[in-house]
Nanobody, 129 residues
Framework: QVQLVEFGGGLVQAGGSLRLSCAASGRIFSLYRMAWFRQSPGKEREFVATIITITLSGGSTAYADSVKGRFTISRDNAKNTVYLEMNSLKPEDTATYYC???????????????????WGQGTQVTVAS
């Protein structure tokens, strides 16, 4: 079993920055890929960013078009943590942000909800205009 806990949400002014953290515990050696999704009230949960975590270092990344160039996903294997650095935040970035993990091997693109089998509780990000 893998457990995920998110940290770092909060209220920020438009144009500001926040860094979200997702700490993994449990069977962490089985983490193939991790990602961030977000959900606003009345909307579907949407993909934000993903990173390969099964490799010893590096790990390819992918981003939603809406955050490309503003958000950066990264990992710290020593701390079993994945980060989402969010810059130039906009009011439309306001959402609950969820960390997700894939513990099943095989080919994955990483942008779809069904690809992930472990989810965190979410952390609220509010961007004021």
């Amino acid at each position: 079993q893998v457990q995920l806990v998110e940290f770092g949400g909060g209220l920020v002014q438009a144009g500001g920055s926040l860094r979200l953290s997702c700490a993994a515990s449990g069977r962490i050696f089985s983490l193939y890929r991790m990602a961030w999704f977000r959900q606003s009230p009345g909307k579907e949960r949407e993909f934000v960013a993903t990173i390969i975590t099964i490799t010893l270092s590096g790990g390819s990344t992918a981003y939603a078009d809406s955050v490309k160039g503003r958000f950066t996903i990264s990992r710290d294997n020593a701390k079993n943590t994945v980060y989402l650095e969010m810059n130039s935040l906009k009011p439309e970035d306001t959402a609950t942000y969820y960390c997700a993990a894939r513990t099943v091997g095989g080919v994955s693109i990483g942008t779809a909800l069904y690809e992930y089998d472990v989810w965190g509780q979410g952390t609220q990000v509010t961007v004021a205009s």
